[in-house]
């Protein structure tokens, strides 16, 4: 399992970078949520045990680890805002250099 | 500890914050530029007292001092000491300062009216800058500013009792004088040479930090008083060399020494009163005044000796050869003072008494004259508008008194009797012909001082024959300079003269005696009696003087003889090299980073993979392939989710069309949600499903926005790149990825299997924040700070893009109004209402939103035992405000939700959140601790499981936080365009006629899909119409 998962890890990781190396931004930004994606299961992946039940206090039996889970929890929602973050300045690229095409954008003088 | 130490420096600063404040503010509108000039010297005059108030108790051979801790840590204290030698330096720079300063009123100022028509023709006719005359009478209270800074600096540079205060304020001197020579900073020269003299001095004060700091590690301390008692340790160690070596470049290069010496002519872009000031009496000899500190504990061996009394010879004749070929009145001024730099250094390599007696009379000596010439130089410029020797002449008629005091100024620096400058050369002499030096030196030194001495006299007589004497030039109008202007330089000028004439000082005597001893390390007897009798110094004095009386009768002849070393003997064909070296560099930069971010994070991935592999110590251990982990029934789910969210990822690689693209991606981040779901992750699943659903909107929101035709086209170069790139980021992709499986695999299989932190969680969870949620308990309670700043970023995103596009896109001037028309089928996501949109589906919208509000209460009230969160309930909120904005369209929505205000919710939930943080604090003494208000209040109707809590609150506060800023991102990002504006009128009036029956949907499906929408449209309207 452990090995699946670790393949699963680097199978996103190397499409996310592929994806970060186009000259298309749509696809970089879609590369950088599969990263970050690659990043969450990792640190799901690092926690010290897996659990039988869900880590809740009123549950009886092996809970599953909390710490990494609160990791995530707050991953998630910082790379939801800086994901937003660069569309926009996608968006802003488009229409200030009316290309999505990242070789096309140069010299960010204004 | 003596108080009265900070004076000095205290009204320096205050001065500087005056000026300061008169270069900014109107203030310095209404006081004219001479009585800024006035006013401001009222700085240096106290200063001046106050060193003369505590002079007796130096003069009686103490030493002040005054110290405040600084950086404890590190041991370091800002310490000032007072000697003979910092009094003599800082009385220099205190008085010389007064002079300039109401010197430069008058300099800086308009000059009247009748006299304008005059200096107008002369200006008119000269080759050499003009001096500059700013329309406004304040623009100069800049110069005042940076010179009061500078004083500050040089006063704070001779008073310094330890080494790092010492350094700071010679970085100080440094970057005031870049401003200072820099001061026409229009003048190309000016910037260049004021470039190339903070190139130098600040290179050398690199080296002199090291130095510096290699002396006080084996001096133990940074104090002036302990280094200078290690001096057998420090000369005994085996890094002194380098010690040595480090400082003299520092020291060096600022006092302008061969082969560094050719910024000092270059700084001469400075006005004159800077150049009077830094350039003769105070910055250039600040490395001379570190040498002579530091003599006691660096000097007295072989190598101190030839590194300075070889430098210091070479930059003496360097500067009396080219300084006599120079017609630049003050470049000829910065080369003899290049030459008299050289002796005083080479005056500190000798370990003689003698010599240093010599070295406090030249300081001394040079700064009264060599100021005054400058001055006068200045007054010159001024009045005639140039300062060519080629161009003067016979100015002695229309200004006299600037004349005399050149003169006398000039005779002291011939070094001629009765001057002061005279006792200097014999002392100079006496030092040369002196039984101690080695045996080589007896001949050289001599004969290299008699021929320096020669050049420098014949250079006062250029000064005195060719501008001030001789034919009169009849294009030259010059007038005589106001009163305090010429009354400035010929009080240093006149001292020269008492010094020699009157009967021997006795305080002058006993303070150059003890600056003498402070620098010997031993008392030194000073006697400033002019004739000591026919001795060899008088002989070789009268020998330099006869040679110098025959140059100047054959000066005419045997100036065009004298070629330009200036360029041969200095290091500037190697400071111009390594400028091109640099612009070199930086061309090789820019070709790398060219811009291209792709190849940026190329780089990126490449050096971090090669850098784990390298030095990262990736050791995988071989992993059972077959254990399926807990609940292997679940196994097989696991696999094959494991494999949608691969597979997932890959497709949007290979999906033509972005919109599929996007669709793949939420897949792939979906499949792991559910994956969380077996964890078991509740709380992660339920957030990674929102966060994913308001990914995928935020996504498509911006991918209507992106013309198809522009994305197309990139998705052209995407695949149709040269293969070999295609290639490369392949490679890079999978090489990233073999990393990360190291990486993890290594992760996976050596991380402890006992975690050291959950259990404190878990056992805490309930009985410390009652909640049963343990994940739910860290991020709202154990973690509840972390939590707080992740809402701040949320919603500083929010912001970000708000502001990033209906402000700062739209004040760049970005207009997307030439953007291809309307994708149709992007519409619905457009927040521009479709006129497809069924009234079903509006009905339908219209029971989401109460129906997101209730399930985002759910989630605040128990949130803590149960998955979800405040965070979970917000963007739940917004995705139902999503749904608005499609069904309704923008504007619609906006004036039905007239209350959701995404600032006003930022704005609130981050108060809420930290006034329960806080009244938490008050109540428990802990910031974010857990409090049950309804318990505290005693409030009892509260429904079983709901808690009128902190964490409620909390909860709470995170959804209005996360609400606002989600609406605020899909606001602006949802928001029409500008193009749009007009078709969803037309749309709106579409709708409209809709309404009315007057146009069936299936009509206007079927022109959109024909791509003929504005005939059918134009058609019905009129039918409306």
Known sequence: MDVLLALTISALFAIGVFQLLRRNLIRSAIGMAIVSNAINLFLLAAGAYYGEVAAYANEAGQRSDALPQALILTAIVISMGGFAVVLSMLYVLSVRYKTSDSDEVKGLTH | ????????????????????????????????????????????????GALIAQSPAVLAGQTLNWSISWIASLGLRFSLLLDGLSLLFALLVSGIGMLVMVYAGYYFA????????????????????????????????????????????????????????????????????????????????????????????????????????????????????????????????????????????????????????????????????????????????????????????????????????????????????????QNDLKALLAYSTVSQLGVLVMLIGQDTEIAFKALVISILAHALYKSALFLVTGIVDHETGT????????IWRAMPATCAVAIVAALSMAGLPPLFGFLAKETLLATATHPNVPAIVDVVFPAAAVAAGALILAQAGLIVFDAFLGRPKAELHPHEAPLPMWVAPAIPAVISLAIGLLPEPEALATLLARAAAASYGAPVKVSLALWTGINIPLVLSAIAVTIGAAIITLRSRLRPLFTNLSGALSLEPLYTGALAAIDGLAWLVTRVQ???????????????????????????????????GPRPELAALRFFLLLVIGVAALASVLLRRDLFAIFALAASGLSIAVLMILEPAPDIALVQVVVETLTLVVLVLVLTRVPREQRERAFEFTFRQTRPSLIRDVLIALGSGAVMFAIVLTALGTRPRESQMTPFYEQNAKPLTGANDIVGAIVIDFRGFDTLVEIIVFAAAGLAIYTLLRYASRKAGDRDDDAPVLDKSMLPFRGVASPITSPFVQALALLILPFTLLLAATHVLYGHDQPGDGFTAGVIVSLGVATWYVVFGYAETKRRLAWLQPSAFIGAGLLLAIGSATAAAIINGSF?????????????????????????????????????????????????????????????????????????????????VRGQKSEVRGERLEVGD
């Open chain 2, 594 to 628: 060219n811009g291209k971010l792709r190849l940026y994070l190329a780089i990126m991935f490449i050096s971090a993979g090669v850098m784990m592999v390298t030095i990262g110590r990736l050791s995988p251990p071989s992993l059972p392939m077959t254990e399926l």
């Open chain 2, 387 to 394: 300062r060519d020797l080629r161009q003067l002449g016979g």
């Open chain 2, 1 to 48: 500890m003596n108080d009265a130490l900070l004076i000095p420096l205290a009204v320096c600063v205050l001065g500087a914050a005056l000026a300061g404040l008169f270069t900014a503010t109107s203030l310095g509108q209404r006081i004219p530029t001479r009585n800024m000039g006035w006013l401001l010297a009222v700085a240096p005059a106290i200063a001046f």
């Open chain 2, 110 to 325: 308009p000059k009247h009216a009748d006299e304008k028509s005059s200096v107008g023709s002369g200006e008119s006719e000269s080759n050499t800058a003009p001096t500059p005359h700013s329309p406004l009478p304040n623009a100069d209270a800049r110069f005042f500013f940076y010179i009061l800074l500078f004083m500050t600096s040089m006063l704070g540079l001779v008073l310094a009792g330890d080494v790092i205060t010492l350094f700071v304020f010679w970085e100080g001197t440094s970057i005031t004088s870049f401003l200072l020579v820099a001061y026409k900073s229009k003048d190309e020269d000016a910037r260049k040479g004021a470039f190339r003299a903070l190139f130098i001095t600040g290179g050398g004060g690199i080296a002199l930090l090291a130095g510096l700091v290699f002396t006080s590690s084996i001096a133990g301390s940074t104090g002036f008083a302990d280094i200078l008692r290690q001096g057998d340790a420090l000369r005994a160690s085996e890094l002194y060399p380098v010690m040595l070596g480090l400082i003299a470049l520092g020291a060096l290069t600022k006092s302008a020494q061969a082969p560094a010496h050719f910024w000092l002519p270059g700084a001469m872009s400075a006005p004159a009163p800077a150049s009077a000031y830094l350039h003769s009496a105070t910055m250039v000899k600040a490395g001379v005044y570190l040498l002579a500190r530091l003599h006691p504990a660096l000097g007295l061996t072989d190598l101190w000796f030839w590194v300075l009394s070889l430098a210091g010879l070479v930059t003496m004749l360097i500067g009396a050869y080219v300084g006599f070929k």
């Open chain 2, 928 to 1008: 974010f601790s857990p409090v049950d208000f309804g318990k505290l209040l005693g409030i009892g109707f509260l429904p079983r499981g709901v808690y009128l809590s902190t964490a409620t609150l909390y909860e709470l506060a995170i959804c209005l936080t996360v609400t606002g800023g989600a609406v605020l991102m899909l606001d602006t990002l949802g928001h029409p365009k500008d193009s749009d504006a007009e078709t969803a009128r037309q749309m709106d009036e579409i709708a409209v006629l809709r309404q009315r029956g007057e146009v069936t949907l299936d009509e206007v499906a079927e022109s959109e």
